[in-house]
């Protein structure tokens, strides 16, 4: 029996990887949690910021490489909860690998405000993006959806633990699911 997908996306510091921990770590049923940054950290040479014009191809390849990932994890029977910046424009490669596979899809969006979304980036460690001007832009991608609204969730006043709670809940529903 093959696994379920969620693709958690949002703005850099809308808090997407550490409600994917919560949520695999907690999991009823076998979990994988991969975050796109990886990926992206496994280019060595050549790499480009992925928010940047140059970076179409670049990431068109790591995204190919998630989602052959998650195809095999999900077609092994692991639920696959997946962290990254995965706007809609990233969104095809999944849906076929999904219709493909007969996968469960799910598609959830934390979409913090912008002054909540630039404060939680502020306070990111390490080497994590802290540019105001990316994570605005960043931001804006998500801020209509479109078709998409529905998948939103505001997590301005969510703590983690009630983020990770109302994440199962959208990854149960059908309300999320990508067709």
């Not at 992925?50 to 790591?62: M, T």
């Amino acid at each position: 029996m093959n696994g379920d997908v969620t693709l958690l996306t949002g703005p850099p510091g809308a808090g997407k990887t550490t409600v994917a921990e919560l949520v695999a770590t907690k999991a009823a049923k076998p979990m994988v949690h991969l975050t796109t940054d990886l990926y992206y950290r496994a280019i060595r040479t050549g790499f480009v910021a992925p928010y940047l014009p140059g970076a179409q191809r670049q990431n068109e390849v790591v995204i190919g490489a998630i989602v052959a990932t998650v195809r095999e994890y999900a077609r092994g029977g692991y639920d696959v909860v997946v962290d990254g910046i995965l706007g809609p424009w990233f969104l095809d490669p999944f849906r076929a690998a999904a219709a493909r596979d007969d996968l469960a899809l799910s598609y959830v969006v934390l979409r913090p405000d912008l002054e909540t979304t630039l404060a939680r980036a502020k306070q990111r460690a390490g080497n994590e993006l802290k540019d105001v001007t990316a994570i605005t832009g960043l931001h804006n991608a998500f801020a209509d959806l479109g078709d998409l609204e529905k998948h939103a969730i505001d997590t301005t006043y969510l703590d983690t633990e009630r983020t990770a709670t109302e994440v199962r809940r959208a990854a149960a529903s059908t309300q999320y699911r990508l067709g």
